[in-house]
């Protein structure tokens, strides 16, 4: 193999490294919070309903935190938060934990009482 040939070889090859490296899929966020909306539409709700999966980073972690994922939480909470549940059962320990992510933003805490 003449010099250009290995050089054309290891520079492919320390591409392909790089992109390899670079391209590694970063840490699941975590589950978006269901806002109940649809279509991005907000209703009127008499009820709500339980948060199937715990908050990730996604709203814990202040680096990859997004503002318009944390405003939708604050609004259905200050909206629906003192609402009870449409199965009628008390919140959940994930619902508890949302809960904790929206006081710990700063929300007023009133908002979130049971009925």
């Not at 994922?69 to 629906?80: I, V």
Request: glycine content about 8%; some cysteine.
């Amino acid at each position: 193999m003449s010099g250009r040939t290995t050089a054309t070889v290891l520079g492919t090859l320390l591409f392909c490294a790089v992109v390899a490296a670079c391209s590694g899929s970063s840490p699941d966020p975590g589950p978006r919070f269901d806002d109940e909306t649809a279509n991005g539409v907000v209703t009127e709700l008499t009820c709500m309903k339980h948060q199937p999966r715990a908050p990730g980073p996604r709203y814990t972690d202040d680096n990859i935190r997004r503002t318009d994922e944390t405003l939708a939480l604050l609004r259905y909470y200050t909206a629906n938060g003192a609402k009870p549940y449409c199965d009628g059962n008390e919140l959940t320990e994930i619902d508890r934990q949302w809960i904790d992510v929206y006081l710990g933003l700063g929300a007023d805490e009133a908002k979130v009482e049971r009925p």
